[in-house]
């Protein structure tokens, strides 16, 4: 169990390249000994933001304070206080702080790469098979 304020955990800068005016902190973790997933705090300052990248699992974000753009190939997506976003795995994305305030988000991860799914070998499965 842990039962701590968020200020108390270490400010880290973001060291992943093409990450600016961005630093993270581990909030729950596998130091805390949760089997499945991560919390962490994003603190993008003004004109900050992470790098433009992709990865095998999905992001579950809660927008705490401030205001910012999600960039993705498919679009620019503002947010603001209060707002959940769902990154999907394998969607290019950023996150860039468009307010004139410290923007602070949660990211939720999965510790693991998810499983790959299966193809089914019932040829019935998907409902059709030889065209019928």
Known sequence: MKVKHFTEIELEDVTMEGARKAKIRWLISRKDKAPNFAMRMFELEP???TPYHSHEWE??????EGEGTLVTEEGEFP???GDVIYVEPYLKHNYKNSGDKTLKFLCLIPHDKPA???KSVN???SGVANNC
């Open 47 to 49: 004109g900050g933001f």
């Open 116 to 118: 790959q799914k299966k």
């Open 123 to 125: 040829p019935f499965a």
């Open 79 to 81: 947010f603001k206080t």
């Open 59 to 64: 992001h579950e974000n809660f927008i705490v």
